[in-house]
C-alpha cells in the first residue's frame, strides 16, 4: 500500500509545465485541474520526476481493480500511435481503443505494456492502424498486475506527419483526487444510530504494519448513510507525527471498496488512547457493510487500535482492500463504531 499526502506533494512539487518540444500540438496542463485527477493526463507531460506526482493522473486505490483513462483530443486526426506517458509504477498498460465517428469503441493494441515494471517511468508507445480519424482514446490499466499507483502523465495521439496531439480533456475509471479528508467532530452528530460491538473499555491494543483492520456491521432497519466514524485509538513512535495520513475505507459485505477516506496521522495524539469522532461525506451503506483502516505503521510510527475482547463473537477482520479480509481470533473487536443516519 502506497501512502500520500496531496498537502505534502503540493509543497514539495516543482511546477514545470510549458516546456514543450517543438512539433507539439494540443491543450497546456490545465493549471486549475485537482492533483491526482484524470485531468492532470491532459496536456503535454509535465511531471519531472517519477513517483507520487499531482500533475499525473492516479487511481483511487494502488491495486485493487482495473482502471481505464479515456482522453478527448481538439480534432480529429490520422492517428499513426498512442503513446501512453508513464510516470510511477508504469507497466501496467494491457489495451488501447480508439473510437469511430458513430461512437463504436475498437482495439487497436493489446498486449505486454512496451515499458517494463521494473523501469521507474517510460513512455509506451502503440501503432495505431485504423482508417477513420481519430478524437477518442481510452487506454487499459491492469492496475492490480503492478503493485503501486500506475501514474499517467499525458496521453500523446501521433499523427501521419509526426505530430503529437495532447488530450484537451479526459475521465477515468476512478481518481484519487476523490478521496477526501475525515473531518474532526467534537462529538456524536445528534440523531445518529450507531453499530457497534464493542464497550468502552480496551483490553489490548494492536497495530499491524503490512496489513490493516476490518470490521463489519449489519444496518439497522432505518438507518441508511454512514455520516461519522469513531475510533479507540492513540498514536506512538517519534513525539512529530509523520507528514501523512491514514486510510479509512468504507466496504461493501464482500469487502469491496465502496468510498475511501483519508485523516492526517496528526489528527491523532501520541500516548494514551480514547475515542476520536471523526465526520465523513454522508454515505449510503449496504445491509451488510465493513469498516477498514489502514496505517502503514512502522517502528518509528503508527497507531494502536483499542482491542475488546468483551464481546460474545468476533465481527472484525485483518486485511487491506486490494488483498482482501481474513477473520481475527481468538474472539476480539477492533475499537471502531460506525454512525447512520435516516435516507434523505
Ligand atoms: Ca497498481
Ligand atoms: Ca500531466
Ligand atoms: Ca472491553
Given at each position: 500500500m502506497t501512502y500520500r499526502s496531496t498537502t505534502q506533494c503540493f509543497v514539495t512539487f516543482l511546477f514545470t509545465a510549458g516546456v514543450c518540444a517543438a512539433g507539439v500540438i494540443g491543450a497546456a496542463a490545465d493549471r486549475s485541474a485537482r492533483p491526482f485527477g484524470p485531468e492532470q493526463a491532459t496536456g503535454a507531460p509535465n511531471t519531472p520526476e517519477a513517483g507520487e506526482m499531482p500533475t499525473a493522473w492516479v487511481s483511487?486505490?494502488?491495486?485493487s481493480r482495473k482502471e481505464w483513462l479515456l482522453l478527448e483530443y481538439p480534432k480529429a486526426v490520422k492517428a499513426t500511435a498512442v503513446r501512453v506517458v508513464q510516470t510511477d509504477n508504469p507497466g501496467a498498460l494491457e489495451r488501447v481503443t480508439v473510437f469511430n465517428h458513430r461512437g463504436e469503441e475498437i482495439e487497436v493494441w493489446e498486449g505486454e505494456d512496451p515499458t517494463p515494471p521494473i523501469s521507474s517511468m517510460g513512455t509506451s508507445s502503440v501503432a495505431v492502424k485504423v482508417d477513420f480519424p481519430v478524437q477518442r482514446v481510452k487506454v487499459y490499466l491492469d492496475s492490480a498486475a503492478v503493485p503501486g499507483s500506475n501514474a499517467i502523465d499525458a496521453v500523446g495521439l501521433v499523427d501521419d506527419e509526426k505530430k503529437i496531439h495532447w488530450a484537451t480533456s479526459a475521465t477515468a475509471s476512478?481518481?484519487?483526487?476523490d478521496v477526501e479528508s475525515v473531518q474532526d467532530l467534537p462529538k456524536i452528530p445528534e440523531g445518529t444510530v450507531c453499530v457497534a460491538h464493542v464497550d468502552n473499555t480496551a483490553e489490548g491494543k494492536q497495530s499491524f504494519a503490512d496489513t490493516g483492520f476490518g470490521v463489519r456491521f449489519t444496518r439497522p432497519d432505518g438507518a441508511a448513510r454512514l455520516v461519522a466514524i469513531q475510533l479507540f485509538c492513540g498514536r506512538y513512535g517519534h513525539p512529530q507525527p509523520p507528514q501523512e495520513d491514514f486510510h479509512i475505507y468504507l466496504l461493501d459485505g464482500d469487502w469491496k471498496l465502496i468510498k475511501e477516506w483519508t485523516c492526517p496521522y496528526a489528527r491523532i495524539a501520541r500516548g494514551e488512547q480514547r475515542w476520536y469522532t471523526f465526520g465523513v461525506v454522508p454515505t449510503d451503506v449496504p445491509r451488510e457493510f465493513g469498516i477498514g483502516l489502514c496505517f502503514n505503521a512502522r517502528q518509528t510510527k503508527g497507531i494502536y487500535v483499542g482491542v475488546d475482547t468483551d464481546v460474545t463473537t468476533s465481527h472484525s477482520y485483518t486485511g487491506k482492500p486490494e488483498s482482501g479480509y481474513q477473520p481475527v481470533e481468538p474472539k476480539h473487536d477492533w475499537m471502531v463504531r460506525g454512525f447512520l443516519t435516516p435516507a434523505q
Amino acid at each position: 500500500m502506497t501512502y500520500r499526502s496531496t498537502t505534502q506533494c503540493f509543497v514539495t512539487f516543482l511546477f514545470t509545465a510549458g516546456v514543450c518540444a517543438a512539433g507539439v500540438i494540443g491543450a497546456a496542463a490545465d493549471r486549475s485541474a485537482r492533483p491526482f485527477g484524470p485531468e492532470q493526463a491532459t496536456g503535454a507531460p509535465n511531471t519531472p520526476e517519477a513517483g507520487e506526482m499531482p500533475t499525473a493522473w492516479v487511481s483511487l486505490t494502488p491495486d485493487s481493480r482495473k482502471e481505464w483513462l479515456l482522453l478527448e483530443y481538439p480534432k480529429a486526426v490520422k492517428a499513426t500511435a498512442v503513446r501512453v506517458v508513464q510516470t510511477d509504477n508504469p507497466g501496467a498498460l494491457e489495451r488501447v481503443t480508439v473510437f469511430n465517428h458513430r461512437g463504436e469503441e475498437i482495439e487497436v493494441w493489446e498486449g505486454e505494456d512496451p515499458t517494463p515494471p521494473i523501469s521507474s517511468m517510460g513512455t509506451s508507445s502503440v501503432a495505431v492502424k485504423v482508417d477513420f480519424p481519430v478524437q477518442r482514446v481510452k487506454v487499459y490499466l491492469d492496475s492490480a498486475a503492478v503493485p503501486g499507483s500506475n501514474a499517467i502523465d499525458a496521453v500523446g495521439l501521433v499523427d501521419d506527419e509526426k505530430k503529437i496531439h495532447w488530450a484537451t480533456s479526459a475521465t477515468a475509471s476512478s481518481s484519487y483526487a476523490d478521496v477526501e479528508s475525515v473531518q474532526d467532530l467534537p462529538k456524536i452528530p445528534e440523531g445518529t444510530v450507531c453499530v457497534a460491538h464493542v464497550d468502552n473499555t480496551a483490553e489490548g491494543k494492536q497495530s499491524f504494519a503490512d496489513t490493516g483492520f476490518g470490521v463489519r456491521f449489519t444496518r439497522p432497519d432505518g438507518a441508511a448513510r454512514l455520516v461519522a466514524i469513531q475510533l479507540f485509538c492513540g498514536r506512538y513512535g517519534h513525539p512529530q507525527p509523520p507528514q501523512e495520513d491514514f486510510h479509512i475505507y468504507l466496504l461493501d459485505g464482500d469487502w469491496k471498496l465502496i468510498k475511501e477516506w483519508t485523516c492526517p496521522y496528526a489528527r491523532i495524539a501520541r500516548g494514551e488512547q480514547r475515542w476520536y469522532t471523526f465526520g465523513v461525506v454522508p454515505t449510503d451503506v449496504p445491509r451488510e457493510f465493513g469498516i477498514g483502516l489502514c496505517f502503514n505503521a512502522r517502528q518509528t510510527k503508527g497507531i494502536y487500535v483499542g482491542v475488546d475482547t468483551d464481546v460474545t463473537t468476533s465481527h472484525s477482520y485483518t486485511g487491506k482492500p486490494e488483498s482482501g479480509y481474513q477473520p481475527v481470533e481468538p474472539k476480539h473487536d477492533w475499537m471502531v463504531r460506525g454512525f447512520l443516519t435516516p435516507a434523505q
